[in-house]
C-alpha cells in the first residue's frame, strides 16, 4: 500500500497514477531514494541532538543557581545567627 502524493489518498503498490486525483506516483526508484533520504534526516537530527542537550545544560545551571542561593540564604541565616549581642 502506498500513499498518493498528491492528495494523500491511500493505493495499491505499482500505480503510476492516483485514482482518486490522476497524480502521476513516483517510480520505485523515487520511493527508495526518498526513503533513504529520510532515513538520512531522522539519522541527522537524532544524532544531533542539540536542542536537547542545550535544555540539559540550562537546566542544570538553574539548578546550580538555586542551589547556591539556598547555601547563601543559609549562610545569611548562620551569620545572624551567631551574630554575638553585645
Ligand atoms: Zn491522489
Redesign the pocket.
Known amino acids: 500500500m502506498g500513499f ?6 491511500q ?1 495499491q503498490d505499482g500505480i503510476r497514477f ?6 502521476q ?1 513516483p517510480g520505485e526508484q523515487l520511493l527508495a531514494r526518498l526513503r533513504s533520504e529520510a532515513e538520512q534526516i531522522h539519522y541527522q537530527r537524532f544524532s544531533a541532538g542539540q536542542p536537547h542537550n542545550q535544555n540539559n545544560t540550562m537546566a542544570r545551571v538553574q539548578e546550580t543557581r538555586q542551589q547556591a542561593d539556598l547555601a547563601a540564604q543559609q549562610r545569611h541565616q548562620n551569620q545572624q545567627f551567631r551574630q554575638p549581642r553585645w
Do not use: K, P, S, V
Open positions: 498518493c502524493i498528491n492528495c494523500g489518498q493505493h492516483c485514482r482518486f486525483c490522476g497524480n506516483q
